[in-house]
Structures are given as structure tokens and as C-alpha cells.
């Protein structure tokens, strides 16, 4: 069946129209005609794949990537850098009614992290939305440190292991092990099995703006160094003329924001509810020599309602964004300023309607620091309405 796509929708997938019914073709771009097959069917709309392009976008390219038709990895191979930005920023007008400032970063091999699986002594990644391996030799978005490693592991006996996540600053590399087995020995310098450190260091120590962080095989750290810098600049610059006295650094992971901005505030409290990450902040805060951070191991919805008079709140938290508990009381701090840091436009825009009563939404910033996929960082920053800025 011959269709036109019209648009994107806001997960990268083209929409189309099938006798007034809306369907969702996958890896279609707007002004395309597809022949498509319909593999969903519901009441209010369609899913549906390409068999043939009639017509392409120009900015169709050539997927350089083989394992690309099943791995759930990348969304965008199939497209140039240009089109990738101009989706972003208009997802961002869409969703949230402007985007004032966008921030690239490197096309490929940024990411600092990855978690493999290991099925029949193979190693890879899953098949989007099952648990079938796809095996790999390289990996478009992997730093090629990580990349090598995987050349390594290729060829070492991996029955009994279940996972492998490997951290790199571009330099060290970090392995962890998990499986059922006692020892291994691999030609890496730091290697941890089950979370017990048999080898070398059980951490990856990056520098950021002068600052050491040591982060942990399971710590959160932010996959893309560039994009992590561009973040900090933003939040840098919102508070360079402000006086800043008392911080909240909620869903703080190992202290990354809070630490980087501990020169120009004079108190942080941060909040993370995991115990690694929060060691991990503790051990970079004692060796950074800050004395003006204090680490809460918790739940931000189950300690922010302790806290007033915070002039700055700094909010990065996962997918799902903010619980009901925790907007609300935000409503009674009436912090001065907020940043809200974002990986889901959709969670940030119901976020940000209801913080709309108190804050004036001073910039939408996106940061494309997860190229190739349909995922973008946004950073909000907002002022209270009777502040001035
Ligand atoms: C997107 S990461 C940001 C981490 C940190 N701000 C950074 O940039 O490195 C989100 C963090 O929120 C933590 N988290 C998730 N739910 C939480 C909750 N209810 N309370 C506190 N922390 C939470 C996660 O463990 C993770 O470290």
C-alpha cells in the first residue's frame, strides 16, 4: 500500500494517513512516499514498515551500521546530522514552545558506557523489545576504547557470563563481570567480577573543570563527556551573576553538578537515592577538598519536604521526572532559581505546567548528546516570578 508521510512523530517514526487513520511508519521521513506493510493494527491508528521507498527524503543516507534493522541502539542512522537537529528543536517547539539554544556534539563514538549480554557464548546487544541477541563486533556509538575491548572478548570463553558492562575515560577501562563463575582473567588492567574489584582499581577517575570524580562500575555517570561539558557551561552562566547561597542537587548521582558549581554557591545539599553513587559523590567531594556539600542517601520525595530558604534547586532526574510529592513541595520552597536537567521531553513538559504557577521559564536549552538515537538533553532554566532575571 502506497502511502505519503507528513511528518515526524516524537519518536523519530514517520506518520502517515490510511482513510483519515493515523499510522506510524518506522525509519519513513517526512515528504516520503512508501510502500508500506501494516504490522499493528488498533482502533485509532496503525503501525506499519517499509517494504519499498518510492520517493526519499534528501536527507536520506545509507545506514552504515549492519546490526542497524534490529538493534534497538539507533534511531537515526537512516538520516544526515541535519535532519536529526532540525527534529530535536522542533520536538522542542512542539512539546514545549521553544528551543533557544542547541548544543551538538560529536556524530559517533561518544559513549563512555555499555552494557552487553552474553547468549550462547556470543556477545551483543538484545533485539529491540526481546531478549534475542544480536552479536556484534562494533559498535557505531561506542567509544573505541570500548570497542576494543570487544574485539578482545570475542574470543575468550564467555559461557557462564551473563553481562559485561565496560566504562572508559578514553584512556583506562573499567570491566565488570557478572555471571555465575569465580575468577576470570582478562588482559585489562581494572576488572571487577560480580561488583568484586580481582584486578586493578574499581573505578574510572575523569577530570572535569580542574575537579577529579571517581565513578564506580554501577554508578550513574553521564554517557557523553561534550554533552556533560555543555550542560555545566549552561548552568555555569545562569548563575555567574547571581548570589547563590543554599543549593539542592536533586537526583545527584555521584555529585557531578553539585561538585562542579561548589566554587560560586555556598551550601549543597545533594540527594540520590543509590548507595554506589552516593559513595562515589562522598569520596569526590573529600577529594576535591570541598567542605560545603552534604550527601543524603535517599529518596528526594522522601527528604524535600526538610528543606526552605533554598535560593538554587538543580533537578536531573530519571525518564519518569518528577512525583507529584515532590512538585508540590517544590511549590512551597520557592526556590529563587531552578534548573531542571531532562532526558524526557514528555515527563519535563507535564513537569513543567505545573511549576508553571511559580517559575517563568527563562531558557530551553537542548544538548544532542545522544546522537543517533530520537533522545535529546534539555536543560530548563527557570526563574521564580517575583525574582527579577
Ligand atoms: C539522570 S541521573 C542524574 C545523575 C547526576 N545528576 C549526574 O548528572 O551525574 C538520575 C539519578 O537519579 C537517581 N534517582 C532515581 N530515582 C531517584 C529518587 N527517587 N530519589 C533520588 N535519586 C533518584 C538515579 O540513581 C540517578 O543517579
Redesign the pocket.
Given at each position: 500500500m502506497e502511502i505519503e508521510i507528513i511528518k515526524f512523530d516524537h519518536f523519530g517514526r514517520g506518520i502517515g494517513y490510511i482513510n483519515n487513520k493515523i499510522i506510524f511508519v518506522k525509519r519513513a521521513l517526512p515528504k516520503e512516499i512508501v510502500d508500506i506493510k501494516i504490522t499493528k493494527e488498533k482502533s485509532k491508528f496503525y503501525e506499519g514498515k517499509i517494504i519499498n521507498i518510492k520517493k526519499a527524503n534528501d536527507n536520506r543516507i545509507e545506514s552504515i551500521c549492519p546490526y542497524y534493522d534490529k538493534c534497538g541502539g539507533c534511531d537515526f542512522l537512516h538520516i544526515n546530522e541535519k535532519l536529526e537537529n532540525e527534529f530535536k528543536i522542533n520536538k522542542a517547539k512542539e512539546l514545549l514552545g521553544r528551543c533557544d539554544n542547541y548544543y551538538e556534539t560529536e556524530n559517533m563514538n561518544y559513549r563512555n558506557k555499555v552494557t552487553l549480554h552474553i547468549k550462547d557464548n556470543q556477545i551483543g546487544f538484545y533485539e529491540e523489545g526481546t531478549n534475542n541477541l544480536i552479536p556484534i563486533d562494533y559498535c557505531y556509538l561506542l567509544k573505541n576504547k570500548i570497542n576494543d575491548v570487544i574485539k578482545v572478548l570475542k574470543n575468550i570463553d564467555k559461557k557462564d557470563i551473563k553481562e559485561i558492562i565496560i566504562k572508559t575515560n578514553g584512556y583506562d577501562v573499567l570491566i565488570n563481570i557478572k555471571g555465575n563463575i569465580d575468577s576470570i582473567n582478562l588482559p585489562y588492567d581494572n576488572v571487577v567480577l560480580n561488583n568484586k574489584l580481582i584486578k586493578g582499581k574499581d573505578y574510572i577517575e575523569e577530570i572535569i573543570n580542574g575537579k577529579v570524580f571517581k565513578v564506580t562500575s554501577n554508578a550513574?555517570?553521564?554517557v557523553n563527556k561534550e554533552g556533560?561539558l555543555h550542560i555545566n557551561e549552561i548552568i555555569e552562566r545562569f548563575i555567574k551573576d547571581k548570589s547563590i547561597n543554599k543549593v539542592l542537587?536533586?537526583?545527584?548521582?555521584?555529585g557531578?553538578?553539585g561538585i562542579l558549581i561548589s566554587d560560586y554557591v555556598n551550601d549543597i545539599t545533594m540527594?540520590?537515592?543509590?548507595k554506589e553513587?552516593c559513595n562515589n559523590a562522598r569520596v569526590n567531594i573529600k577529594n576535591n577538598d570541598i567542605k560545603n556539600i552534604k550527601v543524603i542517601n535517599?529518596?528526594?520525595?522522601d527528604y524535600i519536604d526538610r528543606f526552605n530558604d533554598i535560593d538554587l534547586v538543580i533537578t536531573?532526574?530519571?525518564r519518569c521526572g518528577l512525583?507529584k510529592k515532590t512538585i508540590n513541595y517544590f511549590k512551597n520552597i520557592r526556590s529563587k532559581y531552578f534548573i531542571y536537567?531532562s532526558?524526557d521531553m514528555y515527563t519535563l513538559k507535564r513537569d513543567l505546567k505545573e511549576l508553571g504557577d511559580i517559575y517563568d521559564i527563562k531558557e530551553i536549552n537542548l544538548v544532542n548528546m545522544f546522537k543517533r538515537t530520537y533522545h535529546v538533553e534539555t536543560v530548563c532554566l527557570l526563574c521564580r516570578k517575583t525574582v527579577d532575571k
Open positions: 550513574f555517570f553521564q556533560l542537587d536533586l537526583y545527584s548521582g555521584i557531578l553538578w540527594i540520590e537515592i543509590n553513587s535517599g529518596k528526594v520525595e536531573d532526574p530519571p512525583d536537567i532526558c
